[in-house]
C-alpha cells in the first residue's frame, strides 16, 4: 500500500550527526517531494525543508540552512535527511511526508525519535 | 518569519460546530491559496484534513471544511464528534522579504469535546 516508512529510533549525543531515512512504497517515488518536519516534545510541528526526488532539489528553512542536508536513493525509493552539530533542543520526532507542488502533506510517515543527550 | 496564529484551545459540545482561526499576513495566508490544515491525535503522526485552503482530500468527513478572509484562514468542524478530539494545525506557503519560500505551520490548537 502507499505508505512511507522510517528508519527507527536514534540516542545522539550532542555535537554528533544523525541521518534518519524514510522509504517510500506503493506510489511513484519521482513524483512528488518529500518534506521534512520535526515536533519537539509537547510542542508544535516545524517545517525543515523538502527536497524534489525526481531532481534531487533541495529547499531548506533559513533556520535549517547549513545545518541539515536532505537527500535520495531513486534506486530505493529512500529519501534521507541528515542534521549535523546536534544539541539537546534536537530532541525530537522527525517525520517525513509527501506532498504536492502546492505545499501540504497528503502522507505522512510514523515520525522517528531522535534524542540527544550526554 | 514567525508561526501563524491560532486560539491554543477551542471546545465544543458533541453536535455543535466550532470555528479554528489562523492569523498570518499578506505574505503567507492572505497572498496565497495554499492553507492547508492537519489533524494529530496524541502520539500519532499528523493527517491532513484540507488542502488549497477548501479542499478535502478524499476519505475525510465532510463535516471538516475550509475557508480563508484576508489574512485569516479558518477550520470549521459541524458536528463535533468525539473522535474529532485532538491538535489541530494551520500551515500556509510563505515567503520571506527576501523572496525565500517556506512552508510555516500554526501554533497548534488543542479540541475538546464536553
Known amino acids: 500500500q502507499v505508505q512511507l516508512v522510517q528508519s527507527g529510533a536514534e540516542v545522539k549525543k550532542p555535537g554528533a550527526s544523525v541521518k534518519v531515512s524514510c522509504k517510500a512504497s506503493?506510489?511513484?517515488?519521482?513524483?512528488?517531494?518529500i518534506y521534512w518536519v520535526r515536533q519537539a516534545p509537547g510542542q508544535g510541528l516545524e517545517w525543515m525543508g523538502r527536497i524534489n526526488p525526481n531532481t534531487g532539489g533541495s529547499k531548506y528553512a533559513q533556520k535549517f540552512q547549513g545545518w541539515v542536508t536532505m537527500t535520495r536513493d531513486t534506486s530505493i525509493s529512500t529519501a534521507y535527511m541528515e542534521l549535523s552539530s546536534l544539541k539537546s533542543d534536537d530532541t525530537a520526532v522527525y517525520y517525513c511526508g509527501r506532498g504536492a507542488a502546492s505545499w501540504y502533506i497528503d502522507l505522512w510517515g510514523r515520525g522517528t525519535l531522535v534524542t540527544v543527550s550526554s | 518569519q514567525s508561526a501563524l496564529t491560532q486560539p491554543a484551545s477551542v471546545s465544543g459540545s458533541l453536535g455543535q460546530s466550532i470555528t479554528i482561526s489562523c492569523a498570518g499576513t499578506s505574505s503567507d495566508v492572505g497572498g496565497y491559496n495554499y492553507v492547508s490544515w492537519y489533524q494529530q491525535r496524541p502520539g500519532e503522526a499528523p493527517k491532513l484534513m484540507i488542502y488549497?485552503?477548501?479542499n478535502r482530500p478524499s476519505g475525510v468527513s465532510n463535516r471538516f471544511s475550509g475557508s480563508k478572509s484576508g489574512n485569516t484562514a479558518s477550520l470549521i468542524i459541524s458536528g463535533l464528534q468525539a473522535e474529532d478530539e485532538a491538535d489541530y494545525y494551520c500551515?500556509?506557503?510563505?515567503?520571506?522579504?527576501?523572496?525565500?519560500?517556506?512552508?510555516?505551520f500554526g501554533t497548534g490548537t488543542k479540541v475538546t469535546v464536553l
Open positions: 506503493g506510489y511513484t517515488f519521482s513524483g512528488y517531494f
Open positions: 488549497d485552503v477548501s
Open positions: 500551515s500556509s506557503y510563505a515567503i520571506s522579504s527576501y523572496a525565500i519560500s517556506s512552508k510555516l
